[in-house]
């Protein structure tokens, strides 16, 4: 761009002859029009198509964070469970934990699980059929997430069918389990037309027979930019995570409380925790980014744009001083030589929305394919950038404008 700029400079003062700029004759040139007017219109498309951009990576963004996750994320907070010191004594300090728990005032409610929403599952396996299942349904995966009988209700989810875990069932060792909960999607996967029909039938998962006791109504365990994943949930007192849901109020005392309740159990550990709904932001950081990244670069395309069209409004009021004189003489008023100077520029505008539109659909409805819930691209956001566009573009015509129509016409007859 550098090279091209200052070739061109160079290549345009070079056909000027020596003698005239010496003595001040040179007069604009309009040889080069078609150059300065396919620029600014290149830059005005560069601006739209990056205020598009913006515009629909922060709804997308905004719709992310605001669609509803299928549970309740309020005062939510997931603290991580003990690591080290698992000796004999471990289960006897972790249900004095939960007992203390249960009864401070500021807990509503409390559960322990294997895996939580916003930070993924236990592992992902495959083998679950069903005596109607058909050749290669075995190979299906199936996402499992261990939790105890208090998670549901801790994080507000419904179930649509069943009943929940037992603390019995909770109790049980892993291998002589026979009794899970499946999601709804978990359900059609394994080809159930309603959730109850899999309540009445053993699915079969490798060699182990399974009763479905309850089904599970659909949530977003993960973020928004991925489908709702076929889940079975799996009965264990695990204690990956302890999952506390706290009233609103003198949050910090009640953290420095937790904390020394948490190392006085397990001394040892690190007391480490984080909020359910701004882990789910989190998973956000990157198109909020772009956002950034986008809105700053529109800003700075709009400056440059407006530079161009700046001095290209400029270069056609000199270049048409006498007219402008001519028609103010012959009784033109003010609004219609701004209107005449103005709707030239106002084309180029229009070119360059009718250039960045289509594009900026095209790179947009492909970028939105990342994600497995998304807005729809609207007609109003093109409307918005156009209209933006145009009224960037008639604030930096007018002043020049406006300057030229209310100039003296004697004054612009008399220019060289």
């Known amino acids: 761009g550098a090279i091209f700029s200052g070739a061109y400079t160079a290549f345009s003062l070079s056909h000027y002859n020596p003698i005239d700029t010496l003595k001040g004759k040179v007069n604009a040139s309009s040889k080069g029009i078609f150059l300065r007017k396919s620029l ?70 409390f559960c322990t699980s294997g895996s939580v929403p916003s930070e993924g599952y236990n592992f992902v ?96 365990h993960k973020s928004l930019q991925n489908a709702i994943d076929p889940v079975i949930f799996y009965p264990q007192n695990n204690g990956a995570f302890f999952t506390v849901r706290l009233t609103a109020d003198k949050m910090q005392n009640k953290m420095a409380f937790l904390e020394k309740l948490y190392k006085k159990s397990f001394s040892g550990n690190p007391f480490d925790f984080f909020f359910v709904d701004e882990n789910y932001n989190k998973s956000y950081i990157s198109e909020t980014q772009y956002g950034n990244m986008f809105s700053t670069a529109a800003i700075w395309a709009i400056c440059i744009a407006c530079l161009g069209l700046f001095g290209l409004t400029t270069f056609t009021v000199e270049s048409r001083v006498k007219e402008i004189g001519v028609r103010k003489v012959l009784g033109a008023s003010v609004q219609s030589i701004v209107s005449l100077l103005s709707k030239d520029f106002l084309l180029l505008v229009f070119i360059a929305f009718l250039i960045a539109s289509p594009s900026a659909w095209f790179a947009m409805h492909q970028w939105l394919q990342n994600f497995a819930y998304r807005i729809n691209i609207g007609w109003w956001v093109f ?19 406006i300057k030229a129509a209310i100039t003296n016409p004697v004054q612009s007859l008399k220019a060289d």
């Open 383 to 401: 409307a918005l950038a156009g209209c933006l566009a145009v009224a960037i573009a008639l604030s930096t015509v007018f002043y020049q404008a």
């Open 125 to 220: 396996t495959s083998g679950f059929t069903q005596p109607n299942s058909k050749k290669g349904d075995e190979l299906k995966a199936y996402s499992f997430a261990i939790i105890a009988e208090r998670y549901l209700k801790t994080y507000g989810i419904d179930l649509v069918a069943g009943r929940n875990f037992t603390p019995e069932e909770c109790a049980v060792k892993w291998n002589d389990n026979s009794k899970v909960l499946m999601n709804e999607t978990a359900v059609k996967q394994l080809g159930f037309q309603s959730p109850e029909d899999i309540l009445h039938t053993k699915i079969q998962w490798d060699e182990r027979a399974l009763d479905v006791v309850g089904v599970v109504k659909d949530y977003h």
């Open 40 to 109: 600014v219109v290149a830059q005005f498309v560069i601006s739209i198509v990056l205020i598009i951009a913006t515009i629909l990576i922060y709804s997308q963004l905004n719709y992310m964070k605001s669609e509803k996750l299928g549970i309740n994320t309020n005062q939510l907070l997931v603290i991580k469970g003990p690591e080290t010191g698992k000796d004999s004594t471990f289960k006897n300090r972790r249900s004095a934990f939960w007992d203390e728990l249960s009864q401070q005032s500021f807990v509503k409610d």
